[in-house]
């Protein structure tokens, strides 16, 4: 008898142990703290000679649950669950780097991340090079004696570029690197970086993990080794999930694959509407053909992700348009939501770099970011349609 489950089966099945309760869907534990049996369980708990929760600034059970299905989907050894997307970014390098340490990123990344990179971590005597997606065969170049991490997106934020992830590995691992993976468009249902060589991987479980625009979370996941100094940084700062997050998102966790597979199947479809229509410049899907790293796309992507990029003709003043004749989709900063949203990073949530800066990571003036959601897809084209017109 085969003892290995299948993906959705393990979302579904893979729960903490029942309370005396028998309850069948995992309770919600909002407690602060846990209670022992005696002055030397206490001490055993605390020096961690047993495995018990002590506060729920370190472990909670939702939390626990919620850790252990991500790491079985992503094929980790341990994790531990953040408030947000960003603090899990900010406590993993905060974790594992030192002051004099060297940075190697992607130069598309999520704003944010950038913001660490170039205004708070150069405080440390931390310092980044940047290179571009399509230039990976330069990455060594940039790797100096104190070089300590590789980090990238894939896909990226927002312009949907691919970057191979075995280049990445092969690379991190040849000088002795930790690679590190935000897997946050793609999630564990449709991409797994540590089969590829990863060492850690960050998601925004606010996105497709929650996918229906809830509650905030993040999580990190890798080897066991790394993961517990993020925990020891973690559990000492303070950027813990909170234990209602935690068992909301587990629960989300039971409908991902079914979610992402109708997510993208519409982004397909709407991605080869865009491609024909004449008012498009260009479009950017990891599933399409016309993709520069398709291929790529193929060999690590079970499916393309729910994100699309593309150019409206006419640069800001069309972008500006197209957003203020959508009709049913949204106009949102977030992802990943049952709900289509549609965004306009150049006149919004980029619009304080400057055009050099924006260009430098494929954000042109007419480009649109779309998360693609779960309405009916001919309502979806429908929108694009009249706000193109």
């Known amino acids: 008898m085969r003892t290995e489950k299948n993906f959705e089966t393990d979302a579904i099945r893979n729960q903490m142990d029942r309370t ?46 919620f850790i252990d299905k991500i790491v079985k989907m992503e094929g980790a ?29 992607a130069r598309s990344v999520f704003g944010s ?87 850690i991987v960050v998601h925004s479980a606010t996105k497709l993990i929650d996918g229906q625009g809830r509650v905030l979370g993040g999580v990190a996941v890798g080897r066991e080794d790394l993961i517990r100094e993020i925990y020891l940084f973690a559990r000492n700062t303070g950027p813990a999930m909170s234990p209602f997050n935690a068992w909301v998102l587990s629960k989300s966790l039971e409908t991902l694959a079914v979610r992402v597979e109708k997510h993208c199947e519409n982004a397909l479809k709407v991605a080869e509407f865009l491609e024909n229509h004449p008012k498009v410049n260009w479009v950017k899907y990891p599933f399409l053909k016309s993709h520069p790293m398709h291929e790529v796309a193929k060999k690590q992507m079970k499916f393309g992700g729910n994100i699309v990029a593309f150019e409206i003709k006419g640069g800001i003043e069309a972008g500006r348009t197209f957003l203020n004749k959508i009709k049913m989709c949204s106009l949102s900063a977030n992802l990943g939501d049952t709900r289509t949203i549609v965004t306009h990073p150049a006149s919004t949530t980029h619009s304080k770099l400057s055009i050099e800066d924006r260009m430098e990571v494929s954000i042109t003036d007419g480009l649109v970011r779309t998360s693609i959601g779960l309405e009916h897809i001919d309502d979806i084209i429908s929108d694009f349609e009249q706000a193109l017109s």
């Open 113 to 199: 991340t950038h913001t660490l990179f170039t205004k708070y971590f150069p405080k440390w005597n931390i310092s980044t090079s940047y290179f571009k997606v399509e230039e990976v065969d330069q990455i060594e170049d940039l790797i100096q004696p104190n070089t300590k991490i590789l980090y990238a997106e894939t896909p990226t934020n927002p312009g949907v570029d691919i970057i191979d992830l075995e280049v990445l590995s092969k690379v991190a691992k040849k000088h002795n690197l930790i690679l590190i993976i935000d897997n946050c468009f793609a999630t564990p249902y449709i991409q797994k970086p540590i089969h590829f060589g990863a060492d």
């Open 77 to 105: 050894e341990s994790g531990y669950a953040f408030a947000t997307g960003m603090a899990a970014i900010y406590a993993t390098f905060a974790a594992l780097l030192s002051a004099g340490d060297h940075i190697v990123s």
């Open 20 to 65: 005396p309760y028998s309850e069948h869907s995992t309770p919600l534990f909002l407690t602060s703290s846990f209670v022992f049996d005696d002055a030397e369980d206490m001490r055993a708990s605390f020096a961690e000679e047993k495995e018990k929760n002590l506060y729920s600034r370190f472990t909670n059970p939702n939390t626990t649950e």
